[in-house]
């Protein structure tokens, strides 16, 4: 209930949703008389959309997460655990479509991580949705069409998001040495969770939404959905630090609670 519950209060506070909802209170106000507020609230609204859909901004927003870690550079690791991401499974298609771009990037940069390591495993982890299969599977499927031995593969299909997923691999991969890969944006959030269960993982970020080269020119100023989404996936992140944080102090708290009504003749 609680993972569905913060999906559905995500969800609802991405740019367009939370905008559609201020929107519908524009309205509201409308109607009650209130033309000014209404007025006034639309036109933030439109605004803020216009900004959030300009490539600057977009860029300023996301660029702070993708830069805190460098890309791989060859380490030495003996596990690559490459993080789930979206995937859809249709018979129609062929096993290269199975990945969202996304998650195809991850996958490739793990299977270039674990062959840059001899020996090593390649370890998949995401559950299935509303999927026949779960992200596990899949990444799975696209990395023995590109190679890799299932004997070289460990899959986690139950973790439904990345708390979860540095819960099971901690179980696994303590005092290991490991590469994580994921997108560049998710990295510092799910660094902090994996060393949250004292692990150390060297990261190998990819599926970059910024770089390149960086100027002010006229299509600066137009708005485009590209942008947008870049913004929510930045915003999509920012969100999941905060939840993070907040779910550690709980925790602690919790256990200090739990922990300080223990009497003394209970400890001992």
Request: proline share 6%; hydrophobic share 40%; aromatic share 10%.
């Amino acid at each position: 209930m609680l993972f569905v519950a913060k999906k559905v209060i995500g969800k609802l506070l991405m740019p367009l949703p939370f905008g559609f909802l201020v929107l519908a209170l524009a309205l509201f106000f409308y109607w009650q008389g209130y033309r000014r507020i209404s007025k006034l609230t639309l036109s933030l609204v439109l605004v803020t959309w216009y900004l959030l859909s300009l490539y600057p901004v977009a860029h300023s927003l996301i660029a702070p997460l993708e830069y805190q870690y460098p890309k791989y550079t060859g380490e030495p690791v003996d596990f690559v655990v490459v993080l789930g991401g979206y995937h859809r499974s249709d018979q129609r298609f062929p096993v290269s479509s199975l990945l969202s771009q996304t998650s195809l990037m991850r996958l490739t940069e793990g299977i270039r991580v674990y062959r840059h390591n001899a020996g090593a495993t390649l370890m998949l982890s995401g559950y299935k949705g509303r999927d026949q299969i779960s992200n596990a599977e899949a990444m799975a499927r696209m990395a023995r069409e590109s190679g890799v031995p299932g004997s070289d593969i460990v899959l986690e299909s139950d973790p439904k998001d990345t708390a979860e997923e540095a819960e099971v691999w901690a179980r696994q991969l303590q005092g290991k040495r490991f590469a994580l890969v994921t997108s560049a944006s998710h990295m510092p959030r799910a660094v902090s969770l994996f060393a949250h269960h004292g692990l150390h993982p060297v990261p190998a970020p990819t599926a970059y939404y910024s770089g390149g080269q960086q100027g002010f020119s006229w299509d600066s100023l137009i708005p485009s959905a590209g942008s947008l989404n870049i913004v929510e996936s930045a915003w999509h992140e920012y969100l999941g630090i905060i939840w993070a944080e907040l779910s550690k102090k709980t925790v602690a708290q919790t256990q200090r609670l739990s922990g300080s009504s223990t009497s003394p003749a209970e400890a001992e």
